[in-house]
């Protein structure tokens, strides 16, 4: 089967993984790069491939099959609308849009031409996370009861010398970060239907939050708790804790903790807590640790690999762009919550798949 040809629009830290990614994989090959920053032909000659200004261009020289677009978040939607101009299925990087009238374009846009649509959420390809749903959902905690989520670590000074990542319009953890934080809970537990949100920026004095705490109920009647830092020497993100970036120092720690009516799961040591007699016991009667061993893998390369799938018309999208938009949903529902300093319902869901 011929490798399926991908082009990548915008070359930042992500898409340069993507672009590098692409051109050592057999299953695809990449055509061209895009960039509006002629810095990023740089990237395009270490691939040995063409670079171009305009998606337009590139998109109308090299005839790709697919799209990754990897630019600006406010720029998703108008990437979007021109990769349906040239019918092309496309991965666009999380979060599918700045604002929920960006995502309503992309989603309104795809949806009349059939393309496929696949949002770059890729921690739903990690096997552990796919193993938690599976114990979640499939009953082995039995009824979720809650969720308590970690995410700390002190990024250095030198990352905010980046302007954009200094303001409220897309820096700060929440759509940083967060948002794979808070699409994990919907793919593993359920719908969230209500966030309480506070933020401080206390730490470095900038316009945007430096760390923040949201208080979650979800439609099946679980809660759950989500505190956040990216100012402090702490051990526990997702990303220090299960490896997946090795750019980050790994710690091994956990940073999820599941809790059921009959088990409890931590993650991402994938530690199962249980009573090691009969059910219905209490806080004086043993328990046991039950390890459960997880193939790892690379969440980035089995994303990939799905969306040449999906563009060969073999899968459909993990998470398409109604799933994408909802996960958005629920981040600027947690950002006006943190402004209005009230409970706000998420405006906007779908059913996981």
């Not at 990897?70 to 299925?89: F, I, R, Y």
């Not at 938690?132 to 499939?138: A, H, N, P």
């Not at 945007?208 to 993100?237: C, H, K, Q, Y």
């Not at 958005?328 to 906007?348: F, Y």
Request: hydrophobic content about 40%; proline content about 5%.
């Amino acid at each position: 089967m011929k490798p399926v040809r991908l082009a990548v629009v915008g070359v930042g830290l992500i898409g340069a993984k993507h672009a590098a990614l692409i051109h050592s994989h057999a299953m695809c090959e990449l055509v061209g790069i895009a960039d509006h920053d002629p810095a990023g032909r740089a990237v395009a000659d270490r691939l040995g491939v063409p670079f171009y200004s305009t998606a337009e261009e590139l998109f109308d020289r090299e005839k790709p099959q697919g799209a990754i677009l990897a630019t600006p978040n406010s720029h998703h939607a108008d990437a979007a609308e021109q990769c349906v101009k040239q019918g092309l299925h496309m991965l666009i990087e999380k979060p599918i849009a700045e604002t929920s009238q960006q995502a309503q374009r992309i989603v309104e846009a795809t949806a009349k031409s059939g393309l496929q649509v696949l949002v770059g959420h890729h921690r739903r390809h990690n096997p552990l996370i796919r193993k938690t749903r599976e114990l979640v959902q499939g009953g082995t905690l039995g009824s979720l009861v809650g969720v308590s989520v970690l995410w700390a670590l002190k990024k250095p000074d030198a990352y905010f010398e980046v302007g954009w990542r200094r303001e409220p319009s897309g820096g700060g953890p929440l759509l940083i970060n967060l948002i794979h934080e808070l699409d994990c809970l919907r793919f593993i537990c359920g719908e969230i239907r209500e966030v309480y949100a506070q933020t401080s920026s206390a730490v470095r004095k900038f316009e945007v939050e430096d760390s923040l705490s949201i208080s979650i109920r979800f439609a099946n009647g679980a809660l759950g708790t989500v505190m956040a830092s990216d100012a402090t020497p702490a051990a526990w993100s997702y990303e220090a804790v299960t490896g997946e970036n090795r750019s980050y120092f790994h710690t091994g720690e956990n940073c999820y903790h599941f809790l059921g009516t009959q088990a409890s799961l931590a993650f991402p040591r994938m530690e199962l807590w249980r009573y090691s007699a009969k059910p219905g016991q209490g806080w004086q009667d043993p328990m046991e640790r039950v390890r459960l061993e997880v193939p790892t893998a690379d969440p980035l390369t089995l994303q990939l690999e799905h969306f040449c799938r999906v563009v060969r018309g073999e899968e459909a999208p993990v998470i398409d762009a109604p799933d994408g938009a909802a996960s958005l949903a629920v981040a600027l529902a947690v950002r006006e919550s943190a402004t209005e300093q009230a409970p706000r319902l998420v405006s906007s869901t779908t059913d996981v798949r």
